[in-house]
């Protein structure tokens, strides 16, 4: 089945069995040698389901947890202090508690749910085989996936922001008022279903080349780490994507209480500009710009 997003983009399918490495290459549409190379090299010596499910989890650990864990070191070391949104730390108590569950969470409810849901990726139209999509077609679905991410992720986390299921589910993940990167992740098992289906709602309905997959995962973990990661650096996307929710941002919804916080957005803030949920967060920067201290910064 054609991706949606590649309609028009008609992609042949090569048997690696049945053609030498450089012509592969050659038929390739990425234009960088050595991802071509580790293309093929993949494809060769695994199958889909190993690609797509094993290979898909090995990535996410890898990227979240070494994108995230230095975060714990610079807390503890009191490395950039000075961009660290709040003064309050978390002890290591907390931060081993936190990657002991991570851990059981990923591999009793993140793996199964990457082998499940294989079967409607595949038939929706994924694939992994040559040639590669085009620099055009994967930016296409990478801007599309988080336009849609965004709309159901704010709905969804609103919902969780009601009494009973916060109570009873989203609590969870405000266990850490003074986030850290990865917190991002620290949720209830109920949670981690509800709200991974935003992520996962785009991929599954083009059915992009498993590269694509890979990166729009890439690109989340990253996004999701950053907003969890307690600093404010000058070179934070924020700084100049107006748009662009990052840390300051989110970190204001786990410094209030559930009722108070708003800034349910995941990546980028229009959703809470065009429904209103940033007013308190807008005010607090004015205030903060005026010279007036935060007086929420240790809630």
Not at 45 to 57: K, T, V
Not at 192 to 199: E, Q, R
Request: aromatic content about 18%.
């Amino acid at each position: 089945m054609a991706s949606i997003v590649e309609s028009g983009w008609r992609m042949e399918t090569v048997s690696i069995s049945e053609k030498p490495w450089d012509e592969l290459l050659l038929r390739s549409d990425s234009e960088n040698f050595v991802s071509s190379f580790f293309a093929v090299y993949l494809i060769t010596n695994f199958n889909d389901f190993q690609l797509a499910c094993l290979g898909s989890f090995f990535l996410h650990e890898s990227v979240f947890f070494l994108s995230g864990l230095p975060f714990i070191y610079l807390e503890r070391a009191g490395w950039l202090s000075k961009y660290k949104i709040q003064t309050k730390n978390n002890s290591p108590a907390a931060q081993e508690k936190c990657i002991t569950r991570l851990l059981l969470y990923h591999f009793c409810v993140n793996l199964p749910v990457m082998i499940a849901s294989y079967p409607v990726f595949k038939f929706m139209g994924m694939r992994s085989s040559l040639p590669l999509p085009s620099w055009k077609v994967v930016s296409t679905q990478i801007i599309f996936y988080f336009i849609l991410e965004d709309f159901v992720f704010y709905w969804g986390h609103r919902v969780l922001h009601t009494k009973w299921l916060y109570k009873h589910v989203h609590s969870v993940h405000h266990e850490y008022a003074t986030p850290f990167g990865l917190t991002s992740e620290y949720a209830h098992p109920a949670e981690i279903l509800f709200l991974g289906f935003a992520t996962i709602i785009g991929p599954a309905i083009t059915g992009p080349h498993l590269i694509t997959l890979w990166l729009w995962m890439v690109l989340r973990v990253l996004e999701t780490v950053e907003a969890h990661c307690g600093y404010h650096f000058p070179w934070s996307l924020s700084n100049f994507l107006p748009l662009y929710g990052g840390a300051d941002f989110h970190d204001y919804h786990h410094r209030l209480l559930y009722t108070k916080s708003g800034n349910y957005s995941s990546t980028f803030v229009y959703m809470d500009r065009i429904f209103g949920t940033d007013t308190g967060y807008r005010k607090l920067k004015e205030l903060k710009r005026a010279g007036v201290e935060d007086d929420c910064k240790e809630m």
